[in-house]
C-alpha cells in the first residue's frame, strides 16, 4: 500500500510534466496513476515469489504477466488516442492464454474468454468518478482472493491481496477531489486480473451457480455497462460514444455527494461480493444469488429513468446541485 502511494505520488508529477492528462474533466488530470498500481503489484508479487516467501504458484505468474500486457496496452490509450476494437482485441488474446481450458473445455472456455473481457472493460467503463473504481477494485479483490483461499490457491489469494493493497495505496490521491486517475492502464489491469482470478476460482464448478457467482462478484460493474448500453439504445445513441450516463452520474442528478455516490455503491458492491462469496463456499444457498441479479436490475430500471441527454440550447435554469463541477469521467 505504501508503494502504491509512493509511486503515485511519483508519477503524478511525471505525467503533469508530460502533458499525460485526462482532458475531459472540468480540471485536466494526470493520468499515470495505474502504472503505478500495476508497478506496485507487480514488484511486491514478483519479490514473494523471488524470495519464496509468498510464492505465486502454478499459472498465477502468468496471469500477472497478460495483465501487465493488458495494461500496457492500456497505458499506449492513456498516451494516445486508441480505438475501442484494439483495446477488445488485446484483451482477447491475453484471456487466451490464462483461460485454464483443459479442465474448461472448448465451449466453456470460450465463454469464460469473453466473459473476461466483457468484465476487463466494465471495469474500464467503471472509471468515470472519484475513487469509484478503486473501491469497487479493493472489494472485489478481498471477495475473489476469499473464493481463491476457499479453493486452497493460495498463490492467486496473495496476488490479490497485493492488488487490493496497491489500489488501496492509490485511492489516497484518487478519492475525490482526485489529484491522479487511474486511467486505461490501471482500470483494464485490475479488471483483467479480477476477472481472469475468478475464472480460475471457479473451474471446477457448475456452469450456472460459476455464473451466478461471477456474476455477484462484479455486479456493479456489470450493472453500470448494461445501464448504459440500454439507455444509449434508447436513446438512439451509439453505444461507444461517452456521455454523462454511468451509475454515478446519475446518482449525482438525483442529489448526492460525489463521495455520497461513491460510499453507496460500494456498499452496494460489497454486498453484492460477500454474497458471492458466501454462495461460492457453500455458506448461503444460491437463492442469494437470484437476489443480487434482482436488485441490480431494480437499480438499473430505476436510473434509466433519471434524464441525462439534455438538448439545451442556451442558458438554463438549473438547480445548484446540478450546475455544481461534477467530478466524473464519461466514458
Not at 479483490?141 to 498463490?155: I, M, N, R, Y
Not at 493493497?165 to 486505461?184: D, E, K, S, V, Y
Not at 462484479?218 to 445513441?237: F, I, P
Not at 455516490?261 to 454474497?275: D, E, P, Q
Request: proline residues 3%; positive net charge; glycine residues 16%.
Amino acid at each position: 500500500m505504501f508503494l502504491a502511494a509512493v509511486l503515485t505520488a511519483l508519477l503524478r508529477t511525471l505525467a503533469l510534466r508530460l502533458g499525460v492528462l485526462d482532458r475531459r474533466r472540468a480540471r485536466p488530470l494526470p493520468l499515470l496513476g495505474g502504472l503505478a498500481v500495476v508497478l506496485a503489484t507487480g514488484l511486491v508479487a514478483g519479490a514473494g515469489e523471488w524470495t519464496g516467501y509468498a510464492p505465486l504458484g502454478d499459472g498465477v505468474g502468468e496471469l500477472l504477466v497478460a495483465g501487465a500486457g493488458v495494461g500496457a496496452l492500456g497505458l499506449v490509450a492513456d498516451v494516445r488516442r486508441v480505438k475501442a476494437r484494439f483495446l477488445v482485441v488485446g484483451t482477447a488474446v491475453a484471456a487466451a492464454f490464462v483461460v485454464p481450458y483443459g479442465e474448461l473445455g472448448f465451449g466453456s472456455g470460450l465463454l469464460a474468454l469473453l466473459w473476461i473481457v466483457f468484465v476487463t472493460l466494465a471495469f474500464r467503463s467503471l472509471d468515470h468518478a472519484d475513487g469509484l473504481l478503486g473501491t469497487v477494485g479493493v472489494l472485489t479483490a478481498f471477495g475473489v482472493g476469499a473464493c481463491a483461499a476457499v479453493e486452497v490457491l493460495d498463490g492467486l489469494a496473495v496476488l490479490l491481496s497485493v492488488l487490493a493493497a496497491a489500489l488501496t495505496g492509490f485511492l489516497m490521491h484518487n478519492w475525490h477531489p482526485a489529484r491522479i486517475a487511474l486511467g486505461a492502464c490501471g482500470s483494464l489491469f485490475t479488471g483483467f486480473v479480477l476477472a481472469s482470478a475468478a475464472v480460475v476460482v471457479r473451474t471446477g464448478h457448475e456452469l450456472a451457480s460459476s455464473a451466478g457467482v461471477l456474476f455477484a462478484l462484479t455486479a456493479v460493474a456489470g450493472a453500470d455497462v448494461v445501464l448504459v448500453v440500454v439507455s444509449r439504445r434508447l436513446a438512439g445513441r451509439p453505444v461507444l460514444r461517452g456521455g454523462p450516463d454511468h451509475l454515478a452520474h446519475r446518482l449525482r442528478r438525483l442529489g448526492l455527494t460525489p463521495r455520497g455516490a461513491v460510499v453507496l455503491l460500494g456498499a452496494g458492491a460489497f454486498g453484492a461480493v460477500l454474497t458471492g462469496v458466501l454462495a461460492h463456499g457453500g455458506w448461503a444457498g444460491e437463492s442469494g444469488l437470484w437476489w443480487v441479479v434482482g436488485v441490480a436490475g431494480v437499480v438499473v430500471l430505476g436510473l434509466l429513468r433519471v434524464p441525462v441527454y439534455g438538448h439545451r440550447r442556451g442558458p438554463a435554469v438549473q438547480s445548484a446541485q446540478v450546475r455544481a463541477t461534477l467530478r466524473v469521467r464519461n466514458g
